[in-house]
C-alpha cells in the first residue's frame, strides 16, 4: 500500500529549488530556451495559448482571406478556444486509429487554399509526424504551427520538436515539465516572421501587474508544494472532490472559464525559469531512463500498450499514455487508482466535439478514432517519486483490469 500520506503527481515535472528563486546574472530565459532548443531566437509569452494566439494574429495579417485552422480531434481544449478568440474556424481532424496524431489521409482532405495553419502535436511528450503535415501545407502555402505544449525537450529527427515547422510553441505551464506556473515559449524558423511576431505580442498581450503577482504567488507556491506529502492537499483533494461530484473535467483541469489572460511573462519569473532550466536536460534523462524500463513492463500486460515514439525520434517521458483493450477496462483500472494518490488519471476527458462548450461549433463532427482514443486512454505519471512497489500495485490492478 502506497503511504497515506503522500500523493504522486500524475506527470513527471521539474521540482523547483528554493535558490531558483534568487536571480543571477547571465543569459536572459529567452535565450537560455533557444540554446536549449537549438534555435537562433524564441520570445516568451505568459502561456503556450497566448503564445497560439499571437501567431495567428500575425498570420491574419498576412493571409486575411484564409479563415481555418486545422487541428487534431483529440487535442487540449485551449487550442480550439485559441482559434475562436481570433475569430477563426477551427476544423477537426480525426486522428489515426489508436493514436493521437493527424490521420493523413483526413488530414488531406481538409487542408485547401483556405487553410491559413495547420496544428501537428505533440502529446504527453510523444511526437507527432511534422515532415508529411510540412509537405500537406507547402502544397497549399498553409502555415505548420507545431504545438509542442507538452514536448519541450522532445527531439523530432535533427531538431527539437516545435521546430520543425513554420512556427512552434511550448507550454511552461504547472505540470508540463519546466514551468513557471503559467507561461509560454514561441518560435519561427523565419526572421522576417520573428519581428513580426514580437510586434503582434505588444499590442497582444500587454504588461498587467495582477496578473504578474498573481502568478508569482502562484510560483511560490508550486516551490513550496510540488512534493509528494503537500500534493496530497494542492493537488489530491480538490481532485476526490471533483470526482465525488462527477466532474471529469474538473478533476483533470479541462474546465476553461472566462477569457483568455494575455500579459507579459515578468522578470522575476523569468529568471526561475533560467536557473531551472539548467537541471531540466539531466531530469529528461533520468526519467527517460526510468521510461525505457517501465514501458517495457506496462506493455508486457496482454492487451495493453503504451504509445511510444515513431522511428527517428526522441520523446520526453512526463507520463505514459496507457491504451486499454476497452472503455470497459479503462474504467474498472481508473475506478480504483484515479484516487489512489499514484499519479494515475487521464489527459484530456474529451473528443473535442464532446466538450459540452463545444458541442455547438462542432456538431455532426465524425472523428471516431478520436473518441475511441480518448475512451480507452488512461495515464501513468513517469515521476521518480512513484517507487517501484507503487508501479507494482499498479501494473496488478491494469492487469485485474483487464481479465475481468
Ligand atoms: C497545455 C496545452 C496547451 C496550452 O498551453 P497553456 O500554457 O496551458 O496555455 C496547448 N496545447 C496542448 C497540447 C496542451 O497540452
Not at 493514436?99 to 496544428?119: G, K, Q, R
Not at 497549399?140 to 520538436?161: C, K
Not at 474504467?331 to 480504483?336: E, F, P, T, Y
Request: one cysteine or more.
Amino acid at each position: 500500500m502506497p503511504d497515506a500520506w503522500r500523493e504522486i503527481p500524475p506527470t513527471a515535472g521539474l521540482p523547483l529549488r528554493a535558490s531558483d528563486l534568487i536571480p543571477r546574472s547571465g543569459k536572459t530565459l529567452q535565450d537560455a530556451v533557444a540554446a536549449f532548443l537549438g534555435v537562433p531566437a524564441v520570445q516568451l509569452e505568459c502561456s503556450g495559448t497566448a503564445a497560439l494566439i499571437v501567431a495567428l494574429t500575425a498570420l491574419m495579417r498576412h493571409s486575411p482571406r484564409r479563415r481555418r485552422v486545422v487541428l487534431p480531434a483529440y487535442t487540449c481544449p485551449l487550442v480550439a478556444l485559441a482559434v475562436m478568440h481570433c475569430g477563426l474556424t477551427p476544423v477537426l481532424c480525426d486522428v489515426r486509429r489508436d493514436h493521437f496524431d493527424f490521420s493523413p489521409e483526413m488530414l488531406a482532405s481538409l487542408v485547401d487554399d483556405e487553410t491559413l495553419a495547420i496544428i501537428p502535436t505533440h502529446l504527453g511528450g510523444r511526437v507527432a509526424d511534422v515532415t508529411a503535415v510540412n509537405e500537406l501545407a507547402r502544397r497549399y502555402q498553409a502555415t505548420v504551427i507545431e504545438d509542442a505544449a507538452q514536448a519541450l525537450g522532445a527531439q523530432w529527427h535533427d531538431r527539437a520538436a516545435g521546430t520543425a515547422g513554420d512556427l512552434g510553441f511550448f507550454s511552461l505551464a504547472v505540470g508540463k515539465g519546466l514551468t513557471l506556473y503559467e507561461g509560454g515559449v514561441l518560435f519561427a524558423r523565419d526572421d522576417a516572421m520573428r519581428r513580426q511576431l514580437r510586434e503582434e505580442s505588444r499590442r497582444v498581450a500587454p504588461f498587467r501587474p495582477g496578473w504578474e503577482i498573481r502568478r508569482s504567488l502562484q510560483l511560490l507556491g508550486y516551490t513550496a508544494f510540488y512534493r509528494p506529502s503537500a500534493l496530497r492537499y494542492v493537488y489530491g483533494r480538490p481532485l476526490r472532490r471533483a470526482l465525488a461530484q462527477h466532474d471529469l473535467t474538473g478533476a483533470v483541469g479541462d474546465d476553461f472559464p472566462g477569457p483568455i489572460p494575455l500579459h507579459t511573462l515578468g522578470g522575476w519569473r523569468r529568471s526561475v525559469g533560467v536557473n531551472a532550466l539548467k537541471r531540466l536536460p539531466g531530469f529528461i534523462a533520468m526519467t527517460t531512463d526510468q521510461a525505457k524500463q517501465r514501458k517495457t513492463i506496462i506493455e508486457s500486460i496482454e492487451g495493453v500498450t503504451v504509445i511510444g515514439d515513431p522511428d527517428g525520434s526522441r520523446g520526453t517521458w512526463p507520463f505514459f499514455m496507457v491504451l486499454m483493450p476497452g472503455r470497459e477496462a479503462r474504467d474498472a483500472a481508473l475506478g480504483r487508482l484515479w484516487t489512489a494518490g499514484l499519479g494515475v488519471s487521464r489527459l484530456f476527458i474529451h473528443a473535442i466535439p464532446d466538450y459540452p462548450s463545444f458541442a455547438a461549433q462542432f456538431a455532426g463532427a465524425d472523428v471516431p478514432n478520436a473518441r475511441d482514443f480518448a475512451a480507452r486512454m488512461l495515464t501513468i505519471t513517469n515521476s521518480p517519486w512513484l517507487g517501484e512497489d507503487d508501479f507494482q500495485r499498479i501494473l496488478a490492478t491494469l492487469g485485474e483490469a483487464v481479465t475481468s
